[in-house]
């Protein structure tokens, strides 16, 4: 005899098990109509899944956050039903919904076309109109990777590998199609609708690894509304109007080409606007207390190692080996560099606060299929800054960097900036108490400077707490920027402290 409490916190008692359709309906029919899925103490449920317990239970509908992503990972799953029916031979790998839309990797020796994404887009729509039922099915491990390696499915079974013994190996099924998912799902196809398009084709390696098979990705947006997707394709079509890609050809400012991958040839007209914007950062920074240094490119491997980036980030460095056999790398941070300076000119804790900018060159090794244009490159100028101080400091400090980085912003107008402050993750170094003071330092700065932020719990760096600056462009896009950032960590590292 479960009894059910909703949000509000009034109670439903039920003489036998129950699904969140059924206390939808007990509500009323319109919420049954509308619910999707249901939250059950903190866990996302299908609406048709027994509940045998009390239980906190929230109603999901498809216009709430929750919902429109539970829409999203369905399109994905009808997606993969389409190309299936189409072309059989087609392996299906992994599907989620992502930000604004959703994707799907496939293992097929022909190139997916445009003329393809047509015609799948049209079989998903016939998918929908079949309003097939969507069923959670809970099989034995083994049988499932039976089942799989029987019918081609090779990828299928190797996830199946990875997955937890302790977990539920959950199936779903619509209509002749059978996909691996931890789930939830919409209750039918139908519940998709058709708010949804294809965009386009990408490569993407298996479990991105690029020692592995290169498959091919296809993306798409959905949305639980024709007016919300009508909105969103406009916003792209804006997108590529200004696309700083086709800006660059088209003023002559700056161009890639493939010897020299994720790298910037700035033309002389473009390097002009490149020196431009330097000259205004060095001289805001200059005007908030800040001293310009310049670090070396190169450096030994030594002090990548006593920093803790070797271990962690050795695979993106790129790294050479001189003729004597040492081994240096290209700098991928300016952090240890700053440090250096800083060691070499205190004498006391009265000279602190020192604020240390460079506008270093960086390095960072990504994947060939990771690159666009300027947004993920290889080689980059960074605009950092390091400020050493006291804990006692730290709050002051904080203050003035938000000032200056939300001044800079709205120089070049953008109003609509958004803080998240993230704090302690589980796996972290440093004492309990250092990161508590480092915390409230950062929350005091912002509560004194009157500045909105929204909590991520857990989200921090594993040497320190964090604030990130948020910006939404004139077309709507969010676009992470600016980072404040307490090291906990790298000052005891290199001798700093």
Not at 147 to 159: H, L, P, V, W
């Amino acid at each position: 005899m479960p009894k059910i409490t909703l949000p509000d916190g009034s109670q439903r008692q039920f003489d036998t098990s129950v699904s969140g359709k059924d206390v939808a309906a007990s509500i009323g029919a319109g919420l049954a109509k509308a619910a999707v899925a249901v939250r059950v103490d903190g866990q996302l449920w299908d609406l048709t899944r027994p509940i045998e317990d009390d239980s906190k239970l929230e109603i999901l509908t498809r216009d709430s956050a929750a919902g429109l992503e539970l829409l999203r990972h369905d399109a994905a799953h009808v997606l993969a039903e389409a190309v299936k029916e189409l072309w059989p031979e087609t392996q299906v790998t992994i599907g989620p919904a992502i930000e604004n839309g959703f994707y799907y990797d496939f293992a097929r020796k022909e190139a997916f076309t445009d003329t393809d994404l047509e015609t799948i887009e049209n079989r998903m729509k016939e998918i929908v109109d079949r309003d097939e039922p969507i069923v959670r099915e809970v099989w034995e491990r083994d049988k499932a990777a039976e089942f799989f390696r029987g019918i081609g499915e090779t990828y299928k079974a190797e996830i199946i590998e990875s997955i937890p013994s302790e977990e539920d190996l959950t199936l779903y099924r619509q209509g002749d199609f059978v996909d691996l998912c931890r789930g939830p799902h919409l209750p039918s196809t139908g519940s998709l609708g058709k708010a949804f398009k294809l965009t386009r084709v990408s490569g993407a390696y298996w479990r991105g690894d690029s020692n592995n098979e290169m498959l091919q990705r296809i993306y798409g947006t959905a949305w639980s509304s024709e007016k919300e997707l009508r909105s969103y394709l406009l916003m792209l079509e804006e997108a590529e109007k200004r696309d700083h890609r086709r800006l660059g050809r088209v003023l002559d400012l700056f161009h890639f080409q493939e010897e020299a991958p994720g790298a910037v040839f700035w033309h002389p007209k473009g390097w002009q606007l490149f020196q431009n914007l330097i000259g205004y950062m060095r001289n805001e920074q200059n005007a908030a207390g800040y001293q310009e240094i310049n670090t070396p490119e190169v450096v030994a491997r030594s002090l990548w190692e006593a920093s803790g980036h070797w271990e962690s980030f050795a695979n993106n460095m790129f790294t050479t080996e001189t003729v004597d056999g040492r081994v240096f790398a290209i700098k991928p941070m300016n952090c240890p560099g700053h440090v250096q300076v800083f060691k070499q000119g205190i004498t006391s804790y009265r000279d602190l606060p020192v604020r240390l900018a460079e506008f270093g060159k960086c390095h960072r090794y990504e994947p060939s299929g990771a690159l666009h244009g300027m947004m993920r490159v290889r080689a980059f100028t960074q605009d950092d800054a390091h400020i050493f101080c006291t804990p006692e400091q730290i709050t002051d400090e904080s203050i003035a960097v938000c000032d200056l980085i939300l001044g800079i912003y709205r120089n070049f107008g953008f109003e609509d900036v958004r803080i998240k402050f993230a704090d302690r993750p589980a796996v972290r170094v440093g004492e309990d108490a250092v990161w508590d003071q480092a915390e409230a330092a950062l929350v005091k700065a912002l509560e004194v400077a009157g500045l909105e932020y929204t909590h991520n719990p857990g989200e921090g760096a594993f040497y320190g707490p964090k604030l990130e600056f948020v910006l939404r462009d004139a077309i709507g896009r969010d676009w992470q920027c600016g980072t404040l950032q307490v090291d906990l960590n790298m000052p005891g590292r290199l001798g700093a402290t």
